[in-house]
């Protein structure tokens, strides 16, 4: 699922950058990227937005497959790579693609809430694998599991997970939290990422994507909590 999952993002970035003209390029953007003014904006007589109002609603998830560059690709699937593979074992194909779906529209209107006059494309598969980092930190940090401090258990994907409580509990869980928070407001505010040099990183969208996956876990989990 995950290999299936970076091939995808691949292709679709070499049609971007290598077989479209730059005028189709553009069209490519403009009909699949989040833009916060198509939801917000005026009409204007005689312009139309590409792909009309099944456009609006497909956008939360499209956007999630178009990359800058190749760093912003390479970026992602590394952290695609070590969160989304114990989610996808865990989680199943089915369950996992339809909640990176989700984390990413998440992400999406967490933008939409801050920037609604934006126009700005916004685009990338952070917002998905945000989600996909909180959801397995619930099972990981489980005794057994990959960061539970022990041995780590031949299932450990399968452990059962902590409950929201029993992770605010968890200083261990509180810091990593609280590290990720902070990673992403310095380098969303103040830095720009490597390889991106139009924009900084959609903090916001990370953001969504992060409290929807460490929230809605328990809505696909076929595994259960830990009962204390």
Do not use: C, K
């Not at 494309?121 to 917002?127: D, F, K, T, V, Y």
């Not at 057994?144 to 450990?156: F, T």
Request: proline fraction near 5%.
């Amino acid at each position: 699922m995950i290999i299936a999952s970076l091939a995808v993002l691949a292709i679709v970035h070499i049609v971007r950058v290598y077989v479209l003209s730059e005028e189709q390029a553009s069209w490519l953007i403009a009909t699949f990227a989040f833009i916060p003014i198509r939801l917000t904006g005026p009409a204007i007589p005689g312009f139309y937005w590409p792909g009309g109002l099944a456009g609006d609603v497909w956008t939360f998830f499209s956007y999630a497959f178009l990359h800058g560059d190749w760093m912003h690709y390479a970026v992602n699937g590394l952290w695609l790579a070590a969160f989304g593979t114990p989610l996808a074992r865990r989680f199943g194909t089915v369950r996992f693609l339809l909640f990176s779906l989700l984390g990413a529209a998440a992400g999406a209107a967490a933008h939409l809430l801050l920037y609604p006059s934006g126009t700005s494309p916004l685009i990338g598969a952070s917002a998905a694998i945000s989600a996909q980092m909180a959801a397995s930190a619930r099972f990981a940090f489980s005794a057994g599991g990959r960061l539970g401090g022990g041995i780590v258990r031949s299932d450990a994907d399968f452990r059962p997970a902590l409950s929201a409580i029993d992770m605010l509990r968890d200083r261990r869980i509180v810091a990593f939290l609280g590290v990720w928070f902070v990673f992403n407001l310095v380098f969303g505010l103040v830095f720009t990422p490597p390889g991106v040099t139009t924009s900084s990183i959609a903090w916001e969208a990370h953001l969504g994507g992060f409290l929807f996956g460490l929230l809605a876990f328990p809505w696909f989990d076929p595994v259960g909590r830990a009962r204390r």
